[in-house]
């Protein structure tokens, strides 16, 4: 039986961290769905389409992974999707707290598990919100974001 887990996640924009968490994840998991979760309460850079295409085209030749968004319970997109794992990356012990506070929740909810993987410490500066903050004053961002993942698709 294939191990599947999703790693959910708003990805405006992925990053390198997330990429590194991917990367480590397929470790523990035979599959990987990056679930681009859409909060229509959050003032997005990217589209969820333009995310799911950037995502993708990073991805194109690993048939582990897939991308999809979804707008509802993470835990019922993951059984939606067969997924038994969940998959979330901390980068600081302010993060933790939430994180086992969501997992735990959801294990009850849904007996899906959740894996935390602690960031890797030269990537832990890096996030979505800050590098949004410096593509909105066009900075250069390349050494945030995986290389060949094309942020002009």
Request: with cysteine; proline share 3%; net charge negative.
């Amino acid at each position: 039986m294939k191990r599947k887990a999703i790693f959910p996640g708003t990805f405006d924009p992925f990053t390198i961290g997330h990429y590194s968490l991917v990367k480590r994840s397929l470790k523990l998991v035979d599959e990987i769905v990056i679930a681009i979760g859409i909060n229509d309460a959050k003032k997005s850079y990217f589209s969820p389409e333009k995310r799911i295409e950037m995502i993708q085209s990073l991805y194109k030749d690993d048939n582990r992974i897939t991308v999809a968004s979804y707008n509802c319970l993470t835990v019922d997109f993951a059984k939606d999707n067969g997924a038994d794992f969940i998959v979330r990356g901390i980068r600081s012990v302010n993060d933790f707290e939430y994180e086992k506070t969501i997992a735990d929740m959801n294990r009850k909810i849904s007996g899906v598990e959740t894996f935390i993987l602690f960031t890797e410490p030269e990537l832990t500066h890096v996030s979505s919100t800050i590098v949004r903050e410096l593509l909105k004053f066009d900075h250069d961002v390349s050494q945030f974001i995986p290389e060949g993942m094309d942020l002009n698709i």
